[in-house]
């Protein structure tokens, strides 16, 4: 992880009240952020369109388990023999117009990661603008609903359901706006325009006790990340670069995978030779298996991925009822 974001995290998610309030200082630049945020939602047009739109977004500066939540809701309208497509920008991707992606032709330096790891299990789309790529999908395909990850503040787009994903460890840090805190807009106003707020991991923030009385008539909703338990009694190197790299790592930890190294990098990094070269010795020295996430496995290439293992994980829902009868009342 970069020096910069390792203290922006750290700052963001202490309960030191000394650096709470060195964060203040920060507060007039969130309080900017904050007047372009409502210059930016009252200069929208919403548009309406066929199909379905579902936004499956966070209201904080990643690492909250969007993806893997996207994932397990393809499978959900997949069930139920709904066509779907996924829409996202393929953060930093080379491609910026409105692209299908196909793992043969695209690589993660080309659609971004996520894309590589969505285009396994559904037909996926890459655009920077997200009103041309929904323009694309529906002129070249007939489908019941696009998911779009991420594209809660963008009011350009009507959606017909909204999707909260939170991370019920971090919470929403310590509450301020971007730059003094994590937040893209105030888990109020986040929660107000959601039609299912989807918790995962233990709310250790007790945010469901804090809104549920005050959202009376939204779907929450408690999931949790789930993968096989390591019973190989072999250690580990442990290697990143999401999000939330300590989630990662806690997730081995709880699923007792014996991690005797750790190698954190910067959000989407983009691995050199050195870098993989660096850890395989490492790994190799200290008689280590490597592993790494799924997302960061997928911005290797073919020599790289050589000797790495990735975690497969998935989201598990607390209520499969619930969620179906909240996206397919009609059924």
Same mark, same amino acid.
């Given at each position: 992880?970069?020096?910069? =974001?390792?203290?922006? =995290?750290?700052?963001?998610?202490?309960?030191?009240?000394?650096?709470?309030?060195?964060?203040?200082?920060?507060?007039?630049?969130?309080?900017?952020?904050?007047?372009?945020?409502?210059?930016?939602?009252?200069?929208?047009?919403?548009?309406?369109?066929?199909?379905?739109?579902?936004?499956?977004?966070?209201?904080?500066?990643?690492?909250?388990?969007?993806?893997?939540?996207?994932?397990?809701?393809?499978?959900?309208?997949?069930?139920?023999?709904?066509?779907?497509?996924?829409?996202?920008?393929?953060?930093?991707?080379?491609?910026?117009?409105?692209?299908?992606?196909?793992?043969?032709?695209?690589?993660?330096?080309?659609?971004?990661?996520?894309?590589?790891?969505?285009?396994?299990?559904?037909?996926?789309?890459?655009?920077?603008?997200?009103?041309?790529?929904?323009?694309?999908?529906?002129?070249?395909?007939?489908?019941?609903?696009?998911?779009?990850?991420?594209?809660?503040?963008?009011?350009?787009?009507?959606?017909?359901?909204?999707?909260?994903?939170?991370?019920?460890?971090?919470?929403?840090?310590?509450?301020?706006?971007?730059?003094?805190?994590?937040?893209?807009?105030?888990?109020?106003?986040?929660?107000?325009?959601?039609?299912?707020?989807?918790?995962?991991?233990?709310?250790?923030?007790?945010?469901?006790?804090?809104?549920?009385?005050?959202?009376?008539?939204?779907?929450?909703? =408690?999931?949790?990340?789930?993968?096989?338990?390591?019973?190989?009694?072999?250690?580990?190197?442990?290697?990143?670069?999401?999000?939330?790299?300590?989630?990662?790592?806690?997730?081995?930890?709880?699923?007792?995978?014996?991690?005797?190294?750790?190698?954190?990098?910067?959000?989407?990094?983009?691995?050199?030779?050195?870098?993989?070269?660096?850890?395989?010795?490492?790994?190799?020295?200290?008689?280590?298996?490597?592993?790494?996430?799924?997302?960061?496995?997928?911005?290797?290439?073919?020599?790289?991925?050589?000797?790495?293992?990735?975690?497969?994980?998935?989201?598990?829902?607390?209520?499969?009822?619930?969620?179906?009868?909240?996206?397919?009342?009609?059924?």
């Amino acid at each position: 992880m970069s020096q910069n =974001q390792k203290i922006a =995290q750290y700052l963001w998610y202490s309960n030191n009240i000394i650096i709470k309030l060195f964060l203040l200082l920060l507060l007039p630049l969130s309080f900017l952020y904050y007047f372009l945020f409502l210059l930016k939602k009252f200069l929208s047009n919403e548009k309406s369109f066929q199909p379905e739109i579902i936004c499956v977004g966070n209201c904080s500066v990643g690492g909250d388990g969007k993806t893997s939540t996207m994932l397990s809701l393809i499978n959900t309208y997949q069930s139920k023999n709904k066509k779907v497509a996924v829409l996202l920008k393929g953060y930093k991707g080379k491609i910026k117009l409105p692209t299908q992606v196909n793992d043969i032709d695209h690589s993660a330096i080309d659609v971004g990661d996520e894309a590589l790891l969505y285009v396994k299990h559904v037909r996926t789309f890459i655009s920077n603008n997200r009103l041309a790529g929904i323009n694309f999908i529906t002129n070249n395909h007939s489908l019941d609903a696009i998911l779009i990850d991420d594209g809660l503040q963008d009011f350009r787009i009507k959606k017909d359901k909204n999707i909260l994903v939170i991370n019920g460890n971090r919470g929403f840090g310590n509450g301020f706006l971007i730059p003094a805190g994590p937040l893209r807009q105030s888990p109020s106003s986040a929660i107000k325009i959601a039609n299912i707020i989807i918790i995962i991991g233990e709310d250790k923030n007790k945010i469901y006790n804090l809104y549920k009385h005050m959202f009376k008539d939204k779907v929450f909703l =408690q999931a949790e990340i789930k993968c096989e338990k390591d019973s190989s009694n072999q250690n580990y190197l442990a290697f990143s670069g999401i999000g939330n790299n300590e989630g990662f790592i806690n997730t081995l930890h709880n699923n007792n995978y014996n991690v005797k190294k750790i190698r954190l990098f910067p959000d989407h990094y983009y691995y050199s030779k050195n870098d993989i070269e660096n850890i395989k010795k490492e790994a190799r020295e200290n008689n280590l298996s490597i592993i790494t996430t799924e997302k960061d496995w997928k911005r290797l290439n073919l020599k790289q991925q050589e000797k790495i293992n990735f975690l497969p994980i998935s989201v598990e829902f607390s209520n499969n009822d619930t969620l179906n009868n909240a996206l397919f009342p009609d059924d």
